[in-house]
């Protein structure tokens, strides 16, 4: 019955505690490091209960070395779990903050272990179940008290900036364990070390502080039911989404993997994830060379290919697989996840059959737009060209010089015309046919043409009358142009049933602002009729044409 102690039984309350604990709750991040301090608070009643077990010395020094040790990785053990449970493991992810959280501790558990010159703890008459305490117990417990004032903050700081009044009631739980180990601490320090000498040793304070702490706790985790509650909202959603998911570490070994992914491979913890034969369980939509090759030199890369499973009924699958990155960039597995794409596919390759024949579609109304705009294009010249010669008619004519002839006056330019018929043409039609006197005309045009600069314009005034604009030209100019004209129609010859016959031509010249520059017109002046001016001028040009028949045809005459 020597077993039969107060550490003990707290021993065993604790054991049951945690077999409760892994028996009703899932085990997520934040369980397993309650589950570390847990285990370190097992520690500090079984070394008691060590110690009390045996009479040999070495023994109970070893029992109590495991119970400081254990003592010493309390306070950062409450820490780290405060830092777990209030969502504050930030503090812990540099390496110069975890060390320095963890060093004093360490160092405390160090003297524990050496106990340099007895300055941790000193048997009296040999054993150590009565035993006295040296300066390095001393500050291990300051350092101790330090780390429970400092989760203490943290956990006063977390329920007051919490809203929800499950989580406020869970941390004012763990808050009500925390103050309640810290009170049997104190009062086990205060009876069994300070005033020991006079009131004798009481069992099983610290354990039992420890005990009552984490009777708080479960209830908080079990009763609130908060605890981690994103990590088991993460665990159902993984068991219940339908997209396949199969979690494998750095070397391709299979963790975990979810219902979905069952009905997409064939998938066993532990064993090597064939992604090879996944692949060729099916049909690849592309080439999956390349993918492979990532999948093997390359784990860090996101990758993404399509195949078509053939087992059982039609499916198209996406199968997508990222990497697992921890904090420091480095790769600690890959998730692989299986998309059901078969509905997505159907739209698509329906939608690919309707844009196919869209565009088809298009293409004709595009050829059939081709046909409307050189139909479009004929019309648009045959409405402003003579069809026999090729030049302008005699209304687009009109229209084009009245506005040239507007902006000659503007800028104060002067601008000629010139006015020109073919001699004897009535005997060429008398004599060789109305077809000889077409391609007389054709030809007269293409010489009087080919003599003319490129913002001149050419047209048929009628009949076998042709008239040309020439903007921005003095007298001078028109004349030399008109020179032009005469040379290129006299030196042009047409061939007519094996005939040669050549022609003269018989021109006026009219010029407008020949002798003074005309000022440009003011923006606000009114526009001048124009029409008016352009009806003299060819009156003036048409009386030098006659004037060039009467004195003797092939040549010029000036207005």
Request: proline share 3%.
């Amino acid at each position: 019955m020597e077993f039969i102690r107060p550490d003990f039984l707290l021993f065993v309350c604790l054991f049951v505690l945690l077999g409760l604990f892994i028996a009703l709750n899932p085990i997520s991040r934040t369980h397993k490091a309650y589950l570390a301090f847990h285990f370190i608070m097992m520690l500090w009643p079984l070394g008691q209960v060590g110690v009390r077990s045996t009479d040999i010395p070495s023994y109970q020094h070893f029992y109590l070395t495991v119970s400081f040790v254990a003592l010493s990785l309390l306070g950062p053990g409450w820490l780290a779990f405060v830092l777990f449970l209030t969502k504050r493991t930030h503090y812990l992810r540099r390496p110069p903050r975890l060390l320095a959280f963890f060093m004093p501790a360490l160092l405390c558990a160090a003297s524990a272990i050496f106990n340099p010159f007895g300055q941790f703890l000193k048997p009296e008459d040999g054993q150590y179940a009565d035993r006295q305490y040296g300066p390095l117990f001393w500050i291990m417990t300051f350092v101790q008290f330090a780390y429970f004032f400092i989760a203490l903050l943290h956990m006063f700081n977390a329920h007051r900036t919490v809203r929800s009044l499950n989580e406020r009631k869970q941390l004012a739980t763990s808050l009500l364990g925390m103050f309640v180990l810290t009170v049997f601490a104190v009062l086990d320090l205060l009876f069994n070390v300070v005033l020991s000498p006079w009131l004798g040793v009481v069992q099983g304070l610290t354990s039992t502080g420890i005990v009552l702490s984490d009777i708080c706790f479960v209830v908080a985790i079990y009763r609130y039911g908060v605890f981690d509650l994103v990590d088991t909202a993460k665990h159902k959603i993984f068991e219940q989404v339908e997209t396949g998911i199969v979690v494998i570490d750095e070397s391709c070994k299979v963790l975990d993997f979810n219902r979905s992914a069952v009905g997409f491979a064939h998938l066993v913890k532990g064993e090597t994830f064939d992604l090879e034969r996944i692949l060729l369980s099916g049909q690849p939509a592309n080439d999956v060379s390349e993918f492979l090759f990532r999948y093997r030199h390359h784990p860090e890369d996101r990758i993404r290919t399509e195949i078509l499973l053939t087992d059982g009924p039609y499916r198209s699958v996406s199968l997508q697989i990222s990497p697992l990155m921890d904090q420091f960039k480095s790769l600690q597995g890959r998730i692989v996840a299986f998309y059901d794409v078969t509905e997505q596919r159907k739209l698509i390759d329906e939608m690919n059959e309707k844009n196919e024949a869209l565009h088809e579609r298009n293409l004709e109304l595009i050829a059939i737009q081709d046909e409307l705009y050189r139909a479009n294009k004929k019309l648009e010249k045959a409405a402003i060209t003579d069809g026999l010669t090729g030049c302008f008619n005699r209304t687009f004519f009109q229209h084009y010089v009245e506005h040239e002839a507007f902006l000659c006056k503007q800028r104060g330019v002067p601008f000629s015309i010139l006015l020109f018929d073919i001699d004897h043409f009535k005997q060429i039609n008398d004599r060789y046919g109305h077809l000889a006197g077409d391609e007389v005309l054709r030809s007269t045009a293409e010489a009087a043409r080919s003599a003319l600069r490129s913002i001149d314009l050419l047209a048929r005034y009628g009949g076998e009358e042709f008239t040309v604009f020439l903007p921005q030209t003095n007298r001078d100019e028109a004349q030399a142009v008109a020179d032009r004209i005469m040379a290129s129609v006299v030196g042009n010859e047409a061939w007519i049933a094996g005939e040669k016959i050549s022609v003269t031509i018989s021109m006026g010249i009219v010029t407008d602002g020949s002798d003074e520059a005309a000022a440009a017109s003011d923006a606000g002046e009114e526009r001048t009729d124009i029409a008016g001016e352009l009806r003299a001028l060819f009156a003036k040009v048409d009386v030098a044409l006659y004037k060039a028949k009467n004195d003797g045809r092939n040549r010029v005459v000036v207005s």
